[in-house]
């Protein structure tokens, strides 16, 4: 008898394991893990500084036992991202949203000249934010410069007069301009006052003192946060990649935050971000810069299904459902901290698998991250929220969607029973439903959506990273 129970649960998780066909259409079939082909010239160490890894995570990958060995014209394979963080380590600077050449080169006591030589820049216009730069050589006599004021020169100003204002001394603003004397300031210049209280150097229009972006580089298929802090109050607003951006103010009224979500078949590359900050008499700035978005490691899948299931009229008008249900901004933040996971059972499919069905281009991803859990167990909310749908469709079978606030939404489909209804508010950790196979599924499991800003994301992001 309880060889037969085992047996039959075998096969429930064995079934679990099977994809399921919720789907989605994408632009395009790459995005895949990134092939680097090695050309004339390059070293490990520079690859590795290009794609912001490391020259042992590309050896480990690629199974190389000397690292100094690379030949012109070898594949190699460059390990995602979320593996090995972007992050400035001695010598490396990964470029920040509103931040120059010259900013960068004061920051670690260097010039542009050397920045620029170091990394091969031929045009410091195009730096991109999530760049990683090359800056080990400083210069002797420059100490190096964290932060300061970008203040502009008005036509009355003396350097004098703008160093008291700003608390800094003149000998020290002359270093930091590259200024030979006082009196080589005109209307309209950008001037860099040092101050060790002052924001981190960025470039940045007033009234902005601070612009960030994390985790960074931004990823595709992932959540990123935008953050804008003012000195005075305003209204932001902008666009990336043809969505707008929703901010929400911290309590403060002047640090601002949109939570981005990046579509899942976004080809990797460079993309501008436009803001737009109005301040309290109407006036309006427009600010421009280009964010990196990287490669997600996303692993790719062929499946053979029967046609009835790719029906594309049935898949648009419940895409168009969903969509329509996520689409809502409430100003009001029901989450905090990271998620919990929404089943206790091991994940069978992760988000962002590109598919291809009966041999189509590997135009679809895995809109969701699927949970093998045994029929009847246990869904539990992630976070607080408010439930918004919860009923049966074609696709998703039994389906429950819960608004987190601020653009953020969970989903939760194929389910046997629902124990919530619109409308009811649930906390972190409550019971919601249970497992089943509902809708369009091939064995029971849970598939779990996490919607930001009107985007299907990586909802196992949301379980390690704190947002806002
Ligand atoms: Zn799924």
Known sequence: MRRWVLLALGIVFWIGLAPDPLLAQGGSSDGRTTIHVVQRGETLYRIALAYGTSV????????????????????????????????????????????????????????????????????????????????????PGRPPLTHGYTHVVQPEDTLYRIALRYNARVDDVLLANGLSSPALIFPGQQLLIPGPDAPALQELPA?????????LPAEVGRTFRLRVVSYEPVTPGGTFLDRPLRFA??????????????????????????????????????????????????????????????????????????AGLVSEFTPERYFD????????????????????????????????????????????????????FSGPREIHGLFTVIDHGWGIYTAYAHQAESRVQPGQMVSAGEVIGTIGNSGRSTGPHLHWEVWVNGVETDGLQWTRLSFP
Request: hydrophobic share 40%.
């Open 207 to 215: 009234p902005l003192t601070e612009l960030t972006l994390m985790p």
């Open 337 to 388: 901290g990271p998620m919990g996971l929404p089943a206790a059972a091991p994940v069978t499919s992760p988000f962002g698998t590109r598919r291809s069905y009966n041999g189509s281009a590997y135009n679809r991803f895995h809109t969701g991250t699927d949970f093998g859990g045994p029929p009847g167990s246990s869904i539990y909310a992630p976070a607080a929220g408010r439930v918004v």
């Open 249 to 322: 103010p911290q309590p403060d009224g002047l640090t601002f935050d949109a939570l981005i979500g990046v579509q899942a078949m976004t080809p990797v590359g460079r993309y501008p971000l436009t803001l737009t900050i109005v301040d309290d008499s109407g006036v309006a700035i427009t600010f421009e810069t280009v964010l990196y978005v990287a490669d997600g490691g996303y692993a790719s899948e062929a499946l053979t299904v029967s046609d009835e299931l790719l029906d594309p009229e049935v898949d648009s008008a419940e895409i168009a459902f969903v």
């Open 56 to 139: 042992e995570a590309i050896a480990q990958t690629n199974g190389m036992s000397d690292t100094t060995n690379i030949q012109v014209g070898q594949r190699l394979v460059i390990p995602s991202s979320m593996v090995n963080a972007m992050v400035s380590t001695a010598g490396r600077h990964v470029v920040q949203p509103g931040e120059s050449l010259a900013h960068i080169a004061l920051r670690y006591g260097s010039t542009k000249e050397l920045v620029s030589a170091l990394n091969s820049i031929v045009n410091p216009a195009r730096l991109y934010v999530g760049q990683v730069l090359d800056v080990s050589e400083t210069t």
